[in-house]
Each structure stands twice: as C-alpha cells, then as structure tokens.
C-alpha cells in the first residue's frame, strides 16, 4: 500500500525558505505515470495546490506561487521535496504532498509550518 | 484557471437525513471531478473521482453526479462520522488542478 510521509522544519523565520521531503514508501516513485504533488491548507482555510513533478523531473507549478516554488525529484531516496522562497505568514499552512491519478490519492498525513520571527 | 465553487458553505442536517452538497466549473471540466471530505486534524481523504465513482472502501450512502460543469454529492442517511468538510476538485484542466472553497456539513 502506497504511504507517503511529510518532514521538515516546523518553523521558518520571513523570507526565509520553507523546505520540506516527502518519503514515499509502499512503491517506486518512478513508476509510470506518476505525478507526485504538494498542497497547503492555511489555518481555518481551504486547499491549494502548490505544484507537481513528474518522476523524470518536469515540473508544474501553480501560477500564483510560481516565482517562489521549486519542486525536485531524488528517485535514489523515493523522495520529493519542495522549497518555497521568501515566506510570509500568509504562508502558515499545513503542508500535505498527494499522488495525483483521478483525484489526489493517497495524501501524507500532513505537517504544519509556521512563518514566524 | 478553472474556479471551483461549493454551495453551501455550510449545511445543517440532522442525522439519519440526506445532505445535498453542490459543486460549479467556471468552465467545463467533463467528468474529471473528485470529492474529498476532511475531518479535524486529518489528511482529506479521496471519496469520489469521475464525478461519479466511489473511491476503494467508501460506503454505498455516498454517491456523486454531474457533468460540465455543474455537480452533486449526495450523502444519504447521515452518519456521525460523515461530518466534515468537503471539497470538490477539478483535475481536466490538468495538471492545474482547483479546489472548491469546501462545504461543512455540520448537525442540526
């Protein structure tokens, strides 16, 4: 059964960058067909999809974040990561990776970040 | 960008009653349409995709319909653990998927 699981720093100080793994396990990241993404969900808010990598590394990034967003690939560790450049506190957020196939499927368990001094 | 938006933002509904929660694409998005619901503290967890297909292991009592651009998630005879929040997302205009702003379906 495929299992993903998010680390990283839990608090990052403004315009720093927020850099987080997620380990999959169960399976091989570079199994055909598969995107591996990143989402947040602020506090109290709904979800926002961040980005995607393929596992030969072609990226896609939401408009909205992409001057700040780089998602990489290490297929040798099954493990993706995400840097997030410049953070505010708009960027407090729980932060999930999902496999995405017809729908997002399965998600991490989630880590929360906080931006703050 | 495709804007996914839910109605209600909030739906009061006794236990054993029918919830009826909608979904509208700014745009078409075909059949690519997923459900999620979300309870405190968890991950979202994968309920419909294809508008209408139940996800592995998800009870009978959900089912969603729709197409284009307008969609239904229909849970019948509520349950205690079915309140949550739901989410509805696209993923036609891949791979710029969208998320609805989420509906809570709270007791009444």
């Known amino acids: 059964q495929l299992q993903l699981q998010e680390s990283g720093p839990g608090l990052v100080k403004p315009s720093e960058t927020l850099s987080l793994t997620c380990t999959v396990s169960?399976?091989?990241?570079?199994?055909?067909?598969?995107?591996w993404s990143w989402i947040r969900q602020p506090p109290g808010k709904g979800l926002e999809w961040i980005g995607s990598?393929?596992?030969?590394?072609?990226?896609y990034y939401n408009p909205s974040l992409k001057s700040r967003v780089t998602i990489s690939v290490d297929t040798s560790k099954n493990q993706f990561s995400l840097k997030l450049s410049s953070v505010t506190a708009a960027d407090t957020a729980v932060y999930y990776c999902?496999?995405?196939?017809?729908?997002?499927?399965?998600w991490g368990q989630g880590t929360l970040v906080t931006v703050s001094s | 960008e495709i804007v996914m938006t839910q109605s209600p933002a909030t739906l009061s509904v006794s236990p054993g009653e029918r919830a009826t929660l909608s979904c509208r694409a700014s745009?078409?998005?075909?059949?690519?349409l997923a459900w999620y619901q979300q309870k405190p503290g968890q991950a979202p967890r994968l309920l419909i995709y294809g508008s209408s297909t139940r996800a592995t292991g998800i009870p009978a009592r959900f089912s969603g319909s729709g197409s284009g651009t307008e969609f239904t998630l229909t849970i019948s005879n509520l349950q205690s653990e079915d309140f949550a929040v739901y989410y509805c997302q696209q993923y036609n205009n891949w791979p710029l998927w969208t998320f609805g702003q989420g509906t809570k379906v709270e007791v009444k």
């Open positions: 999902a496999r995405p196939m017809s729908g997002f499927d399965p």
């Open positions: 990598i393929y596992y030969s590394g072609s990226t």
């Open positions: 169960g399976g091989s990241i570079s199994s055909s067909s598969s995107y």
């Open positions: 745009q078409s998005v075909s059949s690519n």
